[in-house]
């Protein structure tokens, strides 16, 4: 069986981490900033964009929650396996770490995306 170690996994995992600790933080940031759009301006065009973009947050708090429970899950598995396989991993496919990567990764993409499209909103309104 193919072995694959864990220091490279677990750092990947830890980047992946830091990086969701990183978008979790900037969503309040946003929150707050998208509540002082709302108080500045009474404009039906605004409190639409307002109510899309509260919705976008909460997708991407949910998105990052669930990845952050994932990746806490998986590091949960290497460490059950470490003690049996002696520092090495055989039951964890390198295409489910593979996977958990991807989907940080397309997690960073959408949250850039959306954190552009309301830099762009706020430059109108504030």
Excluded: C, P
Excluded at 8 to 31: K, M, P, W
Excluded at 50 to 65: L, S, T
Excluded at 72 to 89: P, T, V
């Amino acid at each position: 069986m193919k072995q694959l170690s864990i220091k490279h996994i677990t750092n990947l995992h830890s980047d992946s981490l830091r990086g969701l600790d990183f978008y979790a933080q900037e969503l309040v940031i946003l929150q707050e900033r998208l509540e002082e759009i709302l108080a500045d301006n009474t404009n039906k065009e605004v409190a639409g964009q307002v109510e899309h973009f509260q919705n976008e947050f909460i997708i991407h708090k949910n998105a990052i929650d669930e990845l952050k429970s994932s990746i806490h899950e998986n590091n949960s598995n290497i460490k059950d396996q470490i003690s049996e396989f002696d520092g090495s991993i055989e039951k964890i496919t390198i295409s489910d770490n593979h996977n958990l990567h991807e989907d940080y990764l397309t997690e960073e993409r959408l949250f850039n995306e959306l954190r552009h499209e309301f830099y762009r909103f706020a430059s109108k309104w504030m």
